[in-house]
């Protein structure tokens, strides 16, 4: 019988450990009253985790989504591309949508706004260190001014029947690291669960990130916290969890062209067991199958820019990608990109 890792990150200090399969533990996240398994869950990326991305990824076993980033002063302003990105389908639950402002009156209204589109959570972020968001006073710019932070949570909690969560940083540089003081501010202000990403603003996502901030914002505050950075396959995910502590780890820039990654975490931590990487024909297949998405829901015009990207990280790694990633960003049409995945593949068949 094999027991979960997850059994010994909880029960590191007994030996010898209850041999006990995760399946008959019932491992979940609670937030509220809306349970999350505790695998791993997908990170919010502004231009990447759209819907499409977001159900692929929930098709291989990802526990949890938040969406793209969306302004609140775009929102109340009713810009169309803002009620665009709050759209969630009935397969993504459970799932959050994500608002960023600056404005605790504003982030209320956005709040509300939002709940139209039906999230089990509103997420506040306070993590972005992009310059258009964090040079505009949110994002991870909020973490300068934690009383301000706090009044935004409170606007938002007090405006939503839903649970709030919070995403923010280990701080803005390396001279103001303030994870620990933040989240006891935002767990005072009504947070139900927090989220860390274990970099300073500055830091951006170089170099690796500290886990260590991550099991002591744990060790500070009573609600859920999740945790984020540096995971990318199923033993550094069940490495967090014993590093840190954390109630779910979330994964980002680790889902890229791998959004099998949530399969493979999932079944590790139920039996121990590593799952091969797909083979190249299965990559090929849901890489089309994510494309098609993409095209569905925006049309094939906008959806191949969007798709260039996605399919370079699907590509990468094989042998001979370079010269297909290249050709990746001129994509234009589907059919163009079909054609690259079964001459990748007729490659690799001449190759054996």
């Given at each position: 019988m094999l027991v979960s890792p997850l059994f010994f990150c909880y029960n590191k200090y007994r030996w010898p450990p209850k041999r006990l399969l995760y399946q008959e533990r019932c491992i979940f996240l609670k937030i509220g009253t809306i349970e999350i398994e505790k695998t791993a869950g997908l990170a919010p990326m502004a231009g990447v985790a759209d819907r499409a991305f977001r159900e692929i990824c929930k098709e291989f076993g990802c526990a949890y989504v938040v969406g793209e980033m969306v302004s609140s002063k775009g929102l109340t302003f009713q810009s169309t591309k803002s009620e665009e990105l709050?759209?969630?389908?009935?397969?993504?639950?459970?799932?959050?949508?994500?608002?960023?402002?600056?404005?605790?009156?504003?982030?209320?209204?956005?709040?509300?706004?939002?709940?139209?589109?039906?999230?089990d959570f509103i997420d506040i972020n306070m993590g972005c260190p992009a310059p258009k968001v964090a040079g505009n006073g949110g994002g991870?710019?909020?973490?300068?001014?934690?009383?301000?932070?706090?009044?935004?949570?409170?606007?938002?909690?007090?405006?939503?029947?839903?649970?709030?969560?919070?995403?923010?940083?280990?701080?803005?540089?390396?001279?103001?690291?303030?994870?620990?003081?933040?989240?006891?501010?935002?767990?005072?202000?009504?947070?139900?669960?927090?989220?860390?990403?274990?970099?300073?603003?500055?830091?951006?996502?170089?170099?690796?990130?500290?886990?260590?901030?991550?099991?002591?914002?744990?060790?500070?505050?009573?609600?859920?916290?999740?945790?984020?950075?540096?995971?990318?396959?199923?033993?550094?995910?069940?490495?967090?969890?014993?590093?840190?502590?954390?109630?779910?780890?979330?994964?980002?820039?680790?889902?890229?062209?791998?959004?099998?990654?949530?399969?493979?975490?999932?079944?590790?931590?139920?039996?121990?067991?590593?799952?091969?990487?797909?083979?190249?024909?299965?990559?090929?297949?849901?890489?089309?199958?994510?494309?098609?998405?993409?095209?569905?829901?925006?049309?094939?015009?906008?959806?191949?820019?969007?798709?260039?990207?996605?399919?370079?990280w699907y590509f990468k790694g094989e042998r001979g990608s370079a010269g297909f990633r290249r050709r990746c960003g001129e994509l234009t049409q589907y059919q163009d990109l079909a054609l690259m995945a079964e001459e990748m593949l007729e490659l690799r068949h001449r190759e054996l």
């Open positions: 709050l759209y969630s389908s009935p397969k993504e639950h459970p799932c959050a949508a994500q608002i960023f402002g600056d404005n605790p009156a504003t982030m209320a209204q956005a709040a509300q706004m939002a709940m139209a589109y039906q999230p991870s710019a909020l973490m300068k001014n934690p009383k301000l932070a706090g009044e935004i949570t409170k606007a938002v909690v007090a405006a939503v029947p839903v649970p709030v969560t919070v995403k923010f940083r280990k701080g803005w540089d390396e001279n103001s690291i303030n994870a620990v003081e933040f989240a006891k501010i935002q767990e005072e202000s009504g947070a139900s669960a927090l989220c860390i990403h274990g970099r300073t603003r500055q830091q951006m996502y170089a170099p690796s990130a500290d886990w260590d901030i991550i099991a002591a914002v744990k060790q500070a505050v009573t609600v859920p916290v999740m945790g984020n950075g540096d995971v990318t396959d199923a033993l550094s995910c069940a490495k967090m969890y014993q590093h840190t502590g954390c109630d779910l780890v979330m994964i980002g820039r680790g889902a890229q062209g791998r959004p099998w990654v949530f399969r493979q975490i999932q079944h590790y931590l139920q039996t121990g067991e590593l799952l091969p990487e797909p083979s190249l024909e299965e990559k090929m297949e849901t890489m089309l199958r994510h494309v098609q998405l993409i095209c569905q829901y925006k049309g094939e015009r906008v959806a191949m820019r969007e798709a260039r990207k996605h399919a370079a």
